[in-house]
C-alpha cells in the first residue's frame, strides 16, 4: 500500500463510516473494511480505477468532486479522506467545506509546492516545477491548484478549522527528522486530520 | 438446424407454470389462479445459489436471451446474457419470465379467464410492481430458489429489482438496478397519460373488449408507441442516425411521411401494435405510475431501505432523460443513508433510455466486473 495510505489507516478507527474522495483502485477501503470493519464508501471519476474498485468489491460511486457532494447528508460519515486529489479541484475551498459539511472529521493529504526542490526548480530553471508527485507539465496537469502547507493552514485559520494532526513526510511517505525542522521547505507531502 | 453464435445460449424453448394459490393485489382484488411463461438459461447449481431472476421492461417478456425455432432475432437482451457474456450462462442459472398481465403467455387481460371462459379484457386487475415481484416469489419457490445470487432489470425491470431487495430482504444477495428512478416523475406520469388517452380513445379500444370484435386499437397502440419511443431516444441519438434526412430526397408537399424519423416512428409503431396487447400497455403504464416503495415509509427512501440487506449495483446512461442518472442517483443516495453496500456508474452514451438494451461496451465491462464477482464468491464457497 502508498505509504500515505498507510498513515492514513491507523488515523480511522475500527468500525468508523469512511467516504474515501478520489479512492483510486480502492485499496484503502479494501483495507479498511476487511482489517477495520469500516463502512467504506468511494468517490472516484476514472473509468480504470472503477472497474478495480468494483472487482475488489469495494463501494464505488462514480461522480465528479467538483460539482459538489449534495444528496450526503451533513454529518453523515465519521471520517473523509481525500488523499492527492485536493490540488485537482477547481474549487479546494469548497469541497473542504463540503467534506467538513459530510463528515466529522477529514483527512487530506497534498503535495507541498513550498518544498526546496520546487523552489529551487521554479527559481533556477525559472520554469513549473516537475518531480515524481507533479510529474506533469503545466498544460497537462490535473494539478490545477498549487498551494503550500503554510497556504493550506492559513486556509483553516480564515475558515475555523481546527487541524488535529499534521504529518509532513517526503516524497515516499518516509518520516525524516529533519522535515521537522522546516516542514514547509523539506516535506513533499502533508498529511492532515481536520476538523470543525 | 442452424448454428447459433458461439456465445448465444442457442434454441430456447418456454415454459408455462401453473400456479393455483390465490394472490392477493395492492388493490385488494384476487387472481385465484394464474400462469406464469418462463424461460430459463443455464444450469441451477446443487444448493441452489446460482440463480438470477431478470425483471422485465414495459414492454419485454419471458424471451430475453437464445433463439425460438425460426427465429432470425434472438431475446431483447441477448447482449447481456449467454456463455462469456456480463450475465454468463456457464456460472449463472438465469430465470426470465413474462410479467403477471402481460400479454405474451402470462395470464393478463388478453388470456382466458378460467370463471368467465372469456378473455379478462378490462376486468383483469390493476398489478402493481409489489403484486408483481410476490408472484415472481413464489416463482422461485416452485424453482427450489430460496434466495436469488441476483435479482436483475432495466428501466420498470430495475424498479422490481428494487421492490425484491425491500420486500423480500433475505431472499437476494445482489440487486441489480439499470435505468430505473426511484418513482415516476411527473413529466414521465404525464407521458404515460398520453399514450393511455391514446389507446382509449381508438374506436376500436370498445372499452377494452375488443377481443369480442375480432379487432385491436391499432391506431392507439400504435401511437402510445410512438410517443414512447420519442422518450426512450435521446435529441442527439435521434439525430445522429436519422437527421433530417428524407425519404425521396425532396419536399413533396402533403402530409405523407417524408423524414426518415416520421417513417421510423410509424414503422416501430407498425410493429408495436401487432405484437402487443393493448390493455397490457395500459397495465404496465400503470404499474409505472403506481411504484413508490418510499411511499409507504413517509416518503423516505433511505428509511424504506433500512432493512436490506443485499449489495446494490446502480447503472444510468448520461443521455436517458426518461429515467435520468439523477434518479439513479436519488437511489444511491438513499442507500448510502441507510449505511447499504452500493456502486454506482453513469455510462457515457448517445442512446438515451434505450442504452440498457444496447452492449455499449464501458457499459458491459462495468455490469459484467460486478457480475463476475458475484459468479467468483458463489464459486469460492463452493471451493470451501
Excluded at chain 2, 456463455?83 to 430465470?95: E, L
Aim: glycine share 8%; charged share 25%.
Amino acid at each position: 500500500m502508498r505509504a500515505d495510505l498507510e498513515i492514513i489507516r491507523d488515523w480511522i478507527r475500527p468500525g468508523a463510516r469512511v467516504i474515501d474522495l478520489g479512492c483510486g483502485e480502492g485499496e484503502l477501503l479494501e483495507y479498511l473494511v476487511k482489517e477495520k470493519q469500516v463502512q467504506g464508501y468511494g468517490i472516484e471519476i476514472n473509468p480504470d480505477n472503477i472497474t478495480a474498485c468494483i472487482e475488489k468489491g469495494v463501494n464505488v460511486i462514480e461522480k465528479d468532486i467538483d460539482e459538489g457532494l449534495c444528496g450526503i447528508r451533513n454529518n453523515s460519515f465519521d471520517t473523509v479522506v481525500m488523499s492527492h486529489a485536493l490540488q485537482t479541484m477547481h474549487r479546494p475551498d469548497q469541497i473542504v467545506e463540503e467534506m467538513l459539511r459530510i463528515g466529522k472529521e477529514c483527512i487530506v493529504t497534498f503535495p507541498n509546492f513550498a518544498h526546496w526542490r520546487a523552489r529551487f526548480y521554479l527559481a533556477f530553471r525559472g520554469r513549473m516545477p516537475v518531480s515524481k508527485f507533479l510529474s506533469y507539465t503545466w498544460y497537462n496537469t490535473p494539478n490545477i491548484h498549487f498551494f503550500t502547507f503554510k497556504d493550506f493552514e492559513e486556509l483553516c485559520v480564515e475558515r475555523n478549522i481546527y487541524i488535529v494532526d499534521r504529518t509532513v513526510v517526503d516524497n515516499e511517505h518516509k518520516h525524516r527528522w529533519w522535515i521537522r525542522l522546516w516542514p514547509n521547505m523539506l516535506g513533499e507531502i502533508a498529511i492532515y486530520r481536520i476538523t470543525r | 438446424m442452424k448454428d447459433f453464435p458461439e456465445d448465444s445460449v442457442g434454441l430456447v424453448t418456454p415454459q408455462s407454470i401453473h400456479f393455483d394459490q390465490p394472490l392477493t393485489l395492492a388493490s385488494g382484488r384476487v387472481i385465484s389462479q394464474y400462469e406464469l411463461v418462463i424461460e430459463t438459461y443455464g444450469e441451477l447449481n446443487s444448493d441452489a445459489s446460482n440463480a438470477i431472476l431478470i425483471c422485465h421492461a414495459l414492454s419485454g417478456h419471458h424471451h430475453a436471451a437464445g433463439f425460438h425455432e425460426g427465429d432470425r432475432k434472438p431475446g431483447w437482451w441477448d447482449s447481456a446474457i449467454g456463455p462469456g457474456k456480463a450475465i454468463d450462462t456457464r456460472r449463472f442459472f438465469v430465470v426470465s419470465l413474462n410479467n403477471l398481465g402481460g400479454c405474451h403467455g402470462s395470464s393478463g387481460p388478453n388470456s382466458v379467464n378460467p370463471e368467465t371462459g372469456e378473455p379478462y379484457g378490462p376486468d383483469f386487475p390493476i398489478v402493481t410492481v409489489a403484486d408483481w415481484v410476490k408472484s415472481q416469489a413464489r416463482l422461485a419457490d416452485h424453482l427450489g430458489i430460496q434466495q436469488w445470487a441476483a435479482v436483475v432489470g432495466g428501466s420498470l425491470g430495475g424498479m422490481q429489482a428494487l421492490q425484491w431487495s425491500i420486500d423480500f430482504p433475505d431472499r437476494l444477495r445482489h440487486c441489480v438496478i439499470i435505468a430505473a428512478a426511484p418513482k415516476l416523475s411527473t413529466q414521465n406520469i404525464a407521458f404515460n397519460e398520453v399514450a393511455r388517452q391514446a389507446i382509449t380513445k381508438d374506436p376500436q379500444f370498445h372499452d377494452g373488449r375488443y377481443y369480442a370484435n375480432d379487432v385491436v386499437p391499432k391506431t392507439g397502440l400504435m401511437l402510445a408507441r410512438m410517443v414512447g419511443h420519442i422518450t426512450y431516444l435521446s435529441e442527439d441519438g435521434m439525430r445522429e442516425k436519422f437527421g433530417r434526412e428524407l425519404r425521396s430526397g425532396k419536399l413533396s408537399f402533403d402530409f405523407n411521411p417524408q423524414f426518415e424519423i416520421e417513417t421510423y416512428l410509424q414503422y416501430q409503431g407498425e410493429r408495436f401494435s401487432t405484437a402487443f396487447d393493448a390493455n397490457t400497455y395500459l397495465l404496465m403504464t400503470k404499474a409505472l405510475d403506481y411504484f413508490d416503495p418510499a411511499a409507504d415509509y413517509d416518503n423516505n427512501l433511505a428509511t424504506a431501505l433500512r432493512d436490506v440487506q443485499c449489495e446494490y449495483f446502480v447503472a444510468s446512461f448520461t443521455t436517458d432523460w426518461r429515467f435520468s442518472p439523477e434518479r439513479s442517483r436519488e437511489i444511491v443516495d438513499a442507500l448510502i443513508e441507510a449505511g447499504k453496500k452500493v456502486t454506482y456508474t453513469e455510462i457515457q452514451a448517445a442512446h438515451g433510455h434505450d442504452a440498457f438494451l444496447i452492449p455499449i461496451p464501458r457499459y458491459m465491462e462495468v455490469f459484467g466486473a460486478y457480475m463476475n464477482r458475484i459468479a467468483n464468491s458463489l464459486e469460492n464457497n463452493h471451493a470451501r
